[in-house]
């Protein structure tokens, strides 16, 4: 299947996508903010500059974009049909990362807690509070090093 755009206009597209206070992310601190959490941005000293940081908590917290995380069964990520080997080069560059940042966090002691982009979406629409009574939850408690949430779960 061809692109629905020219390249031209897909190349802009793609260039305008942000890195750090996306959506997603803002809604999320936002929302955790109204809850009483407070919180540090984009930690250049931690591994992979986290979105949200917990310090009291020792947690940081990763808000991934679907597609650009290569979030596995969700209906937000599918590699391109348009220069192929480039996408699934790039994408697997960030993925592998990822894992590297990750595990250099958890050896510092630091809990992770990856909110992925879908799971925000369907809080938005359905109810807020059970995706951040998950988050809060897992903060708080403290149990487990690396926590995923997604619409897939």
Known sequence: MADVHDR????RNMAAIKG????????????????GFRYRLH??????????VLPRFKTVIFV???FWH????????????SNKDFWIHKL???????RKNHAALLETG???IIVWECAIKDAKKKEPDDLIGKITTQVIANSEDVIE???VD
């Open 70 to 81: 290569c979030h596995e069964g969700c209906h937000y990520f599918k590699i391109p049909a």
């Open 20 to 35: 750090k206070d996306t959506k997603p992310e803002v809604w999320l601190r936002k929302e955790l903010f109204k809850r």
């Open 92 to 98: 697997s560059g960030n993925k592998n990362r990822d």
């Open 43 to 52: 930690r250049k000293d931690l591994p992979g500059k986290p979105d949200i």
């Open 8 to 11: 031209k206009t897909r190349s």
């Open 110 to 112: 630091w809990k992770i």
């Open 64 to 66: 991934n974009g679907c």
């Open 149 to 151: 949430i997604g619409e």
